[in-house]
């Protein structure tokens, strides 16, 4: 039996789920945030249950709180192809990244349901647990628990910058689930997701083939000097823990700017203590990330922010410690699924070109145990983990409709 060709998502009520779902930890100026593992994640979580059962689904939570939305196809025994994102958000996140791949996951299980189509293969839509990384480090843990990258374990005892452990956390808002996390077969894996980047919009794509993702690398970085009185400390004799730390700051700067165009660098987080305007800072806590396509490259600039960083504390009278806390490897997706997304695009006339994800997503550790590829859609100016992102409805109904079209092709192939 081949797959059903004719079967058109409802991009109206996409959009009416989308705007329902950033209500969820909306904040003034538009955008979203809903952290990992707050009560506003539980909350989005139980919308996004609700709405899941509503169509038909069966739902299901694991021991990283990775939630799974399931529709049986004809034969139980095939492995299920599968999409979904995630949907916790940066602090000065968007209404967009990561929920739009889970509503349009949940606008196929919809779309599926009221046509009544029975796929060979199940059907199921996940929300991952911590994508973002933003208040547990590092990021993609739901993900990177499933596909055996990280270990459960582990992770649980992350804490983020206030001491609350990853699995308290996960207990509090009721997603510890009793279902082992990963260790089982997913016949494909696609997700959606807005560009977060200027490509597509420039060159006036609707949609973004994605054909893989980039390195990266993730530091945490802890400058010790010594608290001193900023009236009577003589220059010269001063250990400024956060002279050294804008002196790292700059040179992360320079070393993104020497590798580009491609390359990436970035200062996110800063705490300088004990923050008072005349002591002199004795310790600072930095992070630093660099990403790059090329792994050579990134090996250079991992070399070269190791060398300069001994260099500033040297100079300064610092102790140094630098954690590299995350290597993500430059990913690439899988040749029938990205026919797949590339096919469903040609056929429905929208315009597409192949592109490499500049940012991680679950997609790319998914990758790891199942053919896997991403469908993204421009988002305006490119702007994203800002509350001003935005993204027109008319590319959301695309980019779902072409993961509606590839899903159903994989449904039928994979055995
Ligand atoms: O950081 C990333 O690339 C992703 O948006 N969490
Ligand atoms: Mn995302
Ligand atoms: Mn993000």
Same mark, same amino acid.
């Given at each position: 039996?081949?797959?059903?060709?004719?079967?058109? !998502?409802?991009?109206?009520? =996409?959009?009416?789920?989308?705007?329902?779902?950033?209500?969820?930890?909306?904040?003034?100026?538009?955008?979203? &945030?809903?952290?990992?593992?707050? +009560? =506003?994640?539980?909350?989005?979580? +139980? =919308?996004?249950?609700?709405?899941?059962? #509503?169509?038909?689904?069966?739902?299901?939570?694991?021991?990283?709180?990775?939630?799974?939305?399931?529709?049986?196809?004809?034969?139980?025994?095939?492995?299920?192809?599968?999409?979904?994102?995630?949907?916790?958000?940066?602090?000065?996140?968007?209404?967009?990244?990561? *929920?739009?791949?889970?509503?349009?996951?949940?606008?196929? /299980?919809?779309?599926?349901?009221?046509?009544?189509?029975?796929?060979?293969?199940?059907?199921?839509?996940?929300?991952?647990?911590?994508?973002?990384?933003?208040?547990?480090?590092?990021?993609?843990?739901?993900?990177?628990?499933?596909?055996? !990258?990280?270990?459960?374990?582990?992770?649980? #005892?992350?804490?983020?910058?206030?001491?609350?452990?990853?699995?308290?956390? /996960?207990?509090?808002?009721?997603?510890?689930?009793?279902?082992? &996390?990963?260790?089982?077969?997913?016949?494909?894996?696609?997700?959606?997701?807005?560009?977060?980047?200027?490509?597509?919009?420039?060159?006036?794509?609707?949609?973004?083939?994605?054909?893989?993702?980039?390195?990266?690398?993730?530091?945490?970085?802890?400058?010790?000097?010594?608290?001193?009185?900023?009236?009577?400390?003589?220059?010269?004799?001063?250990? +400024?823990?956060?002279?050294? @730390?804008?002196?790292?700051?700059?040179?992360?700067?320079? !070393?993104?700017?020497?590798?580009?165009?491609? %390359?990436?660098?970035?200062?996110?987080?800063?705490?300088?203590?004990?923050?008072?305007?005349?002591?002199?800072?004795?310790?600072?806590?930095?992070?630093?990330?660099?990403?790059?396509?090329?792994?050579?490259? =990134?090996?250079?600039?991992?070399?070269?922010?190791?060398?300069? #960083?001994?260099?500033?504390?040297?100079? !300064?009278?610092?102790? /140094?410690?630098?954690?590299?806390?995350?290597?993500?490897?430059?990913?690439?997706?899988?040749?029938?699924?990205?026919? *797949?997304?590339?096919?469903?695009?040609?056929?429905?006339?929208?315009?597409?070109? +192949?592109?490499?994800?500049? *940012?991680?997503?679950?997609?790319?550790?998914?990758?790891?145990? %199942?053919?896997?590829?991403?469908?993204?859609?421009?988002? #305006?100016?490119?702007?994203?983990?800002?509350?001003?992102?935005? %993204?027109?409805?008319?590319?959301? @109904?695309?980019? &779902?409709?072409?993961?509606?079209? *590839?899903?159903?092709?994989?449904?039928?192939?994979?055995?």
């Amino acid at each position: 039996m081949s797959a059903p060709t004719n079967l058109t !998502i409802n991009g109206a009520r =996409l959009w009416e789920s989308l705007m329902e779902l950033a209500k969820i930890g909306a904040t003034e100026k538009g955008g979203v &945030c809903r952290l990992t593992l707050t +009560d =506003l994640d539980k909350k989005a979580r +139980d =919308l996004f249950a609700g709405w899941c059962k #509503a169509a038909g689904a069966t739902v299901s939570v694991d021991r990283m709180g990775n939630v799974f939305a399931r529709r049986e196809g004809r034969d139980p025994a095939r492995p299920p192809v599968m999409t979904g994102s995630h949907i916790d958000t940066q602090p000065t996140g968007g209404k967009f990244d990561g *929920a739009y791949g889970v509503m349009a996951g949940l606008e196929v /299980l919809r779309t599926l349901h009221e046509t009544g189509v029975e796929t060979d293969a199940p059907i199921e839509v996940a929300v991952w647990t911590n994508e973002e990384g933003a208040r547990f480090a590092p990021a993609m843990m739901g993900s990177g628990v499933f596909t055996g !990258i990280f270990n459960e374990d582990e992770i649980k #005892a992350k804490t983020d910058r206030d001491g609350v452990a990853f699995g308290d956390a /996960l207990e509090k808002i009721g997603y510890a689930g009793s279902l082992p &996390c990963g260790g089982r077969k997913v016949g494909a894996f696609f997700e959606c997701h807005i560009e977060q980047g200027p490509i597509l919009e420039a060159a006036g794509k609707t949609i973004g083939v994605v054909t893989g993702g980039q390195a990266q690398r993730w530091y945490e970085v802890d400058l010790i000097g010594a608290e001193s009185h900023a009236g009577t400390t003589p220059m010269e004799r001063r250990r +400024d823990a956060l002279l050294g @730390a804008a002196r790292i700051i700059d040179m992360v700067n320079h !070393i993104g700017l020497t590798h580009m165009p491609l %390359a990436r660098a970035t200062c996110g987080v800063i705490e300088s203590h004990p923050q008072s305007r005349n002591t002199v800072p004795g310790r600072v806590f930095l992070t630093v990330e660099f990403r790059h396509p090329d792994e050579a490259e =990134l090996s250079i600039m991992d070399k070269t922010f190791r060398a300069q #960083a001994a260099r500033i504390a040297g100079e !300064i009278g610092l102790a /140094l410690d630098v954690k590299e806390i995350w290597h993500f490897p430059a990913t690439p997706f899988h040749a029938d699924c990205i026919a *797949a997304v590339r096919e469903a695009a040609k056929t429905r006339g929208y315009p597409h070109r +192949d592109i490499i994800s500049g *940012a991680g997503h679950d997609a790319l550790y998914l990758a790891r145990v %199942a053919p896997t590829a991403m469908i993204f859609v421009p988002c #305006a100016d490119g702007i994203s983990h800002n509350e001003i992102e935005s %993204a027109k409805p008319e590319d959301l @109904a695309a980019g &779902c409709q072409v993961l509606l079209d *590839a899903m159903l092709r994989r449904a039928y192939e994979v055995k």
